[in-house]
């Protein structure tokens, strides 16, 4: 594969002299890919406030650099939140993103300062309002995750009705019903996404004028691209679409937009360096070898479920002439974990056991994903650089 159109040589070289004598697998992260990153998004949606989706990659020293741009956060849990706060993040500059939580996690959160909640559902609504009173509520919208590599569907949100209905309770129950939220699904392909989404938001907002509610924000959620395999649209062509999506809807005053890139922002930053375990042919006759590498499915390579997300793979034999295409695999005695079966990848017709493949875009959905000693493997490492 030819590598520059996702990295360029010096980026691999560095790379490759990095790990040269690390044990293998490692996930290097590129500090300055996430900050070009950062920065790209700001210009791209200058009026966005961005709350860094901290699930995508937890890593203290990934959310320390964030910090210091000057990011918020979006937090999953009171765990991230401790963690947060642990790093000198105040909890001002965090929203409690996951419609799912305990009254007891609401509380805690509360109690630490956190005044922004999302949520879904009249169950946590009651709580919020029991133990978070006065806070800011947004109300997160259903999307069907059409055209994404990873929807976000069916589990999270709800429809305008259920929406609707929701708002005017909130006011009842000493809320500040605050606005509206949505995730597109992620790594969303189809930028279409974002105009039914923002026009059911418009749709909500002149609703509920009538009923004297004055809604102030919309969450446009995370779902921007990263360089996988496919390629995508760049990320000005989405910002700029969404832009016009905006103002086509709400006129040239929008409301208080926030995004809640995770994605975007970090799986550029990544390279797994792995090994090759074994190659091996099931028959005589077969047209496929089976590669395994020393990282699979259980190891960080989860969003390879469904071949969801296909990773640009690189060899240190990068001008080979002659390739063949095989399956991959990871190296747990679970029959899962096979990487990529329908989809072949090619590699070098001379790639062999020891030598090493570096999977690239995947600061984002690995490391956090990686299993606790399944088969005593343990979690992957990580080093930022
Ligand atoms: C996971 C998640 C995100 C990040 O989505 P990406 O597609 O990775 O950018 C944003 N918001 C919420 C609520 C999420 O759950």
């Not at 293998?24 to 070009?36: G, N």
């Not at 969303?188 to 909500?204: E, F, M, P, T, V």
Request: with cysteine; glycine share 6%; proline share 4%.
């Amino acid at each position: 594969m030819s590598p520059q159109k996702y990295i360029s040589q010096k980026d691999f070289d560095k790379i490759k002299t990095f790990s040269k004598d690390k044990k293998t697998p490692l996930l290097i992260i590129d500090k300055s890919k996430i900050e070009e990153r950062y920065d790209e998004l700001k210009k791209n949606l200058p009026f966005a406030k961005i709350y860094y989706a901290v699930k995508a990659n937890p890593n203290d020293e990934v959310i320390k650099i964030l910090d210091k741009k000057g990011s918020n956060f979006d937090i999953a849990t009171i765990f991230e939140m401790d963690q947060l706060i642990r790093l000198g993040i105040s909890a001002d500059r965090m929203s409690f993103g996951n419609t799912i939580k305990k009254e007891s996690d609401i509380a805690y959160a509360y109690k630490k300062g956190v005044r922004l909640f999302a949520t879904d559902s009249l169950s946590d609504l009651n709580k919020i309002s029991r133990q978070a009173p006065g806070s800011k509520v947004f109300f997160r919208l259903l999307c069907d995750g059409n055209g994404a590599d990873w929807p976000l569907s069916r589990k999270f949100g709800a429809y305008p009705d259920m929406i609707f209905r929701l708002i005017l309770k909130s006011k009842k129950l000493n809320l500040i019903p605050y606005g509206l939220s949505f995730h597109v699904g992620s790594q969303q392909r189809d930028i279409g996404q974002w105009d039914n989404a923002i026009s059911q938001c418009k749709y909500l907002f002149d609703s509920l004028t009538d009923a004297d509610i004055e809604l102030k924000l919309i969450n446009i959620g995370g779902g921007f691209p990263s360089n996988y395999l496919e390629p995508t649209q760049n990320i000005s062509i989405y910002a700029k679409e969404v832009t016009r999506f905006l103002k086509e809807d709400f006129g040239p005053n929008l409301p208080e937009i926030i995004i809640e890139p995770g994605r975007s922002l970090v799986a550029d930053s990544g390279v797994l360096v792995t090994e090759i375990i074994m190659v091996s042919s099931k028959s005589t006759t077969t047209n496929y070898d089976w590669v395994y590498t020393d990282v699979g499915k259980f190891g960080g390579l989860i969003e390879t479920i469904d071949e969801a997300i296909k990773y640009p793979i690189l060899t240190d034999d990068l001008d080979c002439k002659e390739t063949k295409e095989v399956i991959l695999a990871g190296p747990t005695c679970d029959s899962m974990d096979i990487l990529y079966e329908n989809y072949k990848y090619k590699l070098s017709k001379n790639i062999k056991e020891g030598d090493r493949l570096y999977f690239l875009t995947t600061g984002a959905y690995t490391a956090s994903y990686s299993s606790v000693y399944f088969n005593g493997f343990p979690p992957l490492k990580v080093y930022v650089i």
